[in-house]
Every structure is written in structure tokens, then in C-alpha cells.
């Protein structure tokens, strides 16, 4: 189960970081990806993380202004937010595919989902 938090409005130009934290022991082999989904549109690849921690990939829009990090030990992945735009205004999720190296923009090969958490961006 994975559970996010940390959503919310922000004028455009602010911050914001957004939780996801799994239950279970397994977390550590698990990749681990955001994605976005804006109202009628189809939910986007945003950011990811290998299951090593080692590696992380971002989508061009958000690269240099969002980061996606890890704790193994609390279980849970972040996704910083920084500079916001209006545009970035969807409903963030995270998601987990188990020791995936590859395919990590791709909604269909993650195996768990998060609930959702709303990001407003006002301008």
C-alpha cells in the first residue's frame, strides 16, 4: 500500500514536497516513479528511481525544478517541487515496480499505486 501526502496550493514560483510511503519490508526493491494526471487528460510519467537508488530520470518539462529522492529506511519517496507553474497543476501519484530497471515512464509496468494527491498551482 502506498499513501501520499504533502499536496496542496501554492502561488506559482513556490515549492512543495510531496510524501509517498509504503507498508511492507520491501521497499528497497522497488522502483519507484511519479506521475501526473491534469483533469481529461491521461496520467504522465513525472520522475523516477531505480530500485538501487542510484539512478533518476525526469520527464523535460520538471528537470531542474523537481526531484525525486528515496529513504529506504522510512520507506518512503519524495518528489520535491520547486519553481511551480500553473501548468503543473494535477493530481500527483506514485507508483512501484518491483526491481525495474527499465520502463520507468511507463504507467502500465508498475505494479502498486498511490491514492493521489492534489497539487494547485495559482498564477
Known amino acids: 500500500q502506498l499513501v501520499e501526502s504533502g499536496g496542496g496550493l501554492v502561488q506559482a514560483g513556490g515549492s512543495l514536497r510531496l510524501s509517498c510511503t509504503a507498508s511492507?519490508?520491501?521497499?528497497?526493491?522497488?522502483?519507484m516513479g511519479w506521475f501526473r494526471q491534469r483533469p481529461g487528460e491521461e496520467r504522465l510519467w513525472v520522475a523516477a528511481s531505480s530500485w538501487t537508488g542510484g539512478n533518476t530520470y525526469y520527464e523535460d518539462s520538471v528537470k531542474g525544478r523537481f526531484t525525486i529522492s528515496r529513504d529506504n529506511a522510512k520507506n518512503t519517496v519524495y518528489l520535491q517541487m520547486n519553481s511551480l507553474k500553473p501548468e503543473d497543476t494535477a493530481v500527483y501519484y506514485c507508483?512501484?515496480?518491483?526491481?525495474?530497471?527499465?520502463?520507468?515512464?511507463?504507467?502500465?509496468?508498475?505494479?502498486?499505486w498511490g491514492q493521489g494527491a492534489q497539487v494547485t498551482v495559482s498564477s
Open positions: 507508483a512501484a515496480d518491483y526491481k525495474a530497471d527499465v520502463g520507468l515512464r511507463f504507467a502500465a509496468n508498475y505494479d502498486y
Open positions: 511492507g519490508r520491501a521497499f528497497s526493491s522497488y522502483a
